[in-house]
Structure formats: structure tokens, C-alpha cells
Nanobody
Framework: QVQLVQSGGGLVHTGGSLRLSCTASGSIFRIAAMGWYRQAPGKQRELVATITSGGNTNYADSVKGRFTISRDNAKNTVYLQMNSLDPEDTAVYYC??????????WGQGTQVTVSA
């Protein structure tokens, strides 16, 4: 029922920046927590950042100080600003919408590649 559409991936050099976007359909976005996850080849999916409906944020230690998650409820969109990118950040990035014990939806994923 809820559709999450992502954009903004691509190829950058070490030290570069990218901004990912994820736009949700429906009215549930405003009350939902949003998150960004990533999965590199041969590795498990890992949490990158989360933001609650009230705007509180949390980050994985590996991206703290480099990445910023934000949301625009008027646009039903969550963003991930990624700075100082490193080849270790190379992965498919997924956005997630979650309402506890009620809803859990995933975007289609977008490739981020950071070259050495």
C-alpha cells in the first residue's frame, strides 16, 4: 500500500558528497520513523541512520559526523546527506518507513559507489 521511491545514488571519488532522497506515498509518513540502511556485497544489511516523527536522529558510529538524516513532512520525503565519502561506504542504500507493530516498508534501493 505504501510506496517508497528513492533517488540520488551514483558514483563519486573519495572525499566527495551525495544526497539521497526517499519519497513516500500516503498519509502515514508524518507519524512514522524513517531510516536509511545499506548492504555491501557479501555483508549483512546494516543501519545507517534513523529519524523519528519528532525529528530525533541516531547514527551508526561509522558515519557519525559525516552523514546527516533529515525529513520534510510537507513533501513526504526523507534525505541522507553524505559527506567525506570513503570506499567503505560503497553499498546499496535502502530507505525504510516504520510504525511500531503497525507498518514496515522498504524502498527499491539505490547504488552508491565511492572510488579510491
Amino acid at each position: 500500500q505504501v510506496q517508497l521511491v528513492q533517488s540520488g545514488g551514483g558514483l563519486v571519488h573519495t572525499g566527495g558528497s551525495l544526497r539521497l532522497s526517499c519519497t513516500a506515498s500516503g498519509s502515514i509518513f508524518r507519524i512514522a520513523a524513517m531510516g536509511w540502511y545499506r548492504q555491501a556485497p557479501g555483508k549483512q544489511r546494516e543501519l545507517v541512520a534513523t529519524i523519528t516523527s519528532g525529528g530525533n536522529t541516531n547514527y551508526a558510529d561509522s558515519v557519525k559526523g559525516r552523514f546527516t538524516i533529515s525529513r520534510d513532512n510537507a513533501k513526504n520525503t526523507v534525505y541522507l546527506q553524505m559527506n567525506s565519502l570513503d570506499p567503505e561506504d560503497t553499498a546499496v542504500y535502502y530507505c525504510n518507513l516504520n510504525v511500531f507493530r503497525t507498518a514496515d516498508y522498504w524502498g527499491q534501493g539505490t547504488q552508491v559507489t565511492v572510488s579510491a
